[in-house]
């Protein structure tokens, strides 16, 4: 067990004077304490330092954080005692999610004193198992049935929206090919702004939801849905996540679907117009 008095803390937080605050009680409290007013600051300190505990605010303004300092404190010292303090009691959902990251969660206004008891109690136990991090498209490419099977239910329960009639595997066709595209997006990202490759398999999806009898309210419907389940894919593996990653996976989730979704309404589009032409003729 790792003694009080030789343990470096990093502490991190916005508030000026609650973080100037903690620092004299955890420094009477016998931690050697390093602060940082920012998630860029703290990643510099984390990357020239060595930290026994972190300390974090959840919610900071800018980019990053609480979060993405835990996952950053994960990597760099994976031994450590993260905890994550809140000014928000009612973490609900959120609560499971942020304690597959950190080691417990410290909500304000307790006393300080009972954070300290916190700290000691966790170096004490010594029991962080380390976190089992995986890329978002190692995660979308493991799962990727299981997202298909969670679109489909909604697909299916929203026959008033999407009343076209088609057995699973004509509904589904388009998917493996959309994920596989995904996850080699997530693998070798592109710049932002970038435009996304080109999609056969969208095109011809496209032509096949014209061919089908959907409208292009219900591509779109549908596209959304996809998306929910893709979200709801990380939603379920976040205890799995590298927070500092996150934000443009989103992006570039997002930039990926809306992309394919565009080349096979472009697709469908022109296949509307060869039948207004052949009905002409």
Known sequence: MPDTNESRLLLVDDDDVLRETLRLILEHAGFDVVSAGNVQDALKLMAANSFDVLVSDLHMPNDGDGLTVVSAMRHSNPKAVTIIFSAHP???????A????????????????????????????????????????????????????????????AGHILPVPLDERKRTDHLPQLFRDLVLRLSKPL???????????????????????????????????????????????????????????????????????????????????????SDLA
């Open 90 to 96: 009612q973490m609900n959902a959120a609560a499971e």
């Open 98 to 157: 942020i304690l597959a990251q950190t080691d417990d969660i410290f909500v304000k206004p307790q006393a300080p004193g009972d954070l300290v008891d916190m700290i000691r109690a966790k170096m004490k136990s010594g029991t962080h198992p380390p976190r089992v991090v995986a890329t978002i498209a190692a995660i979308l490419e493991e799962d990727t049935q299981l997202t298909i099977k969670d679109w489909l239910s909604r697909v299916n329960a």
């Open 191 to 277: 710049p932002l702004g970038s435009r996304a490759l080109a999609s056969s398999a969208a095109a011809e999806h496209g032509r096949l939801r014209r061919q089908q009898g959907y409208t292009a309210a219900m591509m779109v419907e549908e596209s959304r849905m996809l998306q929910v389940s893709i979200f709801q894919t990380l939603q379920n593996n976040l205890h799995r996540v590298n927070f500092s990653h996150l934000l443009l996976a989103v992006m570039a989730i997002a930039d990926e679907v809306d992309s394919q979704l565009a080349q096979a309404m472009a697709a469908y589009v022109t296949e509307s117009e060869v039948d207004a032409l």
